[in-house]
T-cell receptor, first 115, second 113 residues
């Protein structure tokens, strides 16, 4: 069990550029979640997948954000036309669907800085 | 909507002593889970302990235990025999059938040698 991995760990970009992050979940986990964490705050839910289907999206996920999980394995989160307010830590978590008993395991996060 | 509140932005404890971190939540659901996650500086979030709402017995994991008061909607974390490695941000989180976790704002725990 290698845990949840995320790439890159850090990303610095200029305002207006597009960025893409990748998350590799724990291999047998069928659920994958994206959260955003700003400095000094708790993580906030963005979206989640069950296998390849995106089942829920937060109002935080504006039209500039898109997430995919092709083939139900790794996931990508793309932010288009980045803004300074997008600067945050983007966390990925995965779980094995166990109803209300499931536990989410987090990756190390991708820290995005928009200049 | 469910909310989770951690009223202590920072706490400090002497090494080997005991500290309690507070968490309250608001929900109209009867079946849910509560979690405490630890986030060390520049490291990933890890699960410390979890509690099922329908279980009256408080969860324990080695030096970590919770005091779950369902009627009061309170879920505090007690760390016994504090160690330097316990220094981190601690987040209380709630989950019901809605799948996603709702987190509190966190408590920064400092451990003094």
């Amino acid at each position: 069990d290698t845990g949840v991995s995320q790439d890159p760990r850090h990303k610095i970009t200029k305002r207006g550029q597009n960025v893409t992050f990748r998350c590799d979940p724990i291999s047998e986990h069928n659920r994958l979640y994206w959260y955003r964490q700003t400095l000094g705050q708790g993580p906030e839910f963005l979206t989640y997948f069950q296998n390849e289907a995106q089942l829920e999206k937060s109002r935080l996920l504006s039209d500039r954000f898109s997430a995919e999980r092709p083939k139900g394995s790794f996931s990508t989160l793309e932010i288009q036309r980045t803004e300074q307010g997008d600067s945050a830590m983007y966390l990925c978590a995965s779980s094995l669907d166990g109803g209300i008993r499931e536990t989410q395991y987090f990756g190390p996060g991708t820290r995005l800085t928009v200049l | 909507a469910q909310t989770v509140t951690q009223s202590q932005p920072e706490m400090s404890v002497q090494e080997a002593e005991t500290v309690t971190l507070s968490c309250t939540y608001d929900t109209s659901e009867s079946d849910y889970y509560l979690f405490w996650y630890k986030q060390p500086p520049s490291r990933q979030m890890i699960l410390v302990i979890r509690q099922e709402a329908y279980k009256q017995q408080n969860a324990t994991e080695n030096r970590f235990s919770v005091n779950f008061q369902k009627a009061a909607k309170s879920f505090s974390l007690k760390i016994s025999d504090s160690q330097l490695g316990d220094a981190a941000m601690y987040f209380c989180a709630y989950r019901d059938a809605g799948n996603m976790l709702t987190f509190g704002g966190g408590t920064r725990l400092m451990v003094k040698p």
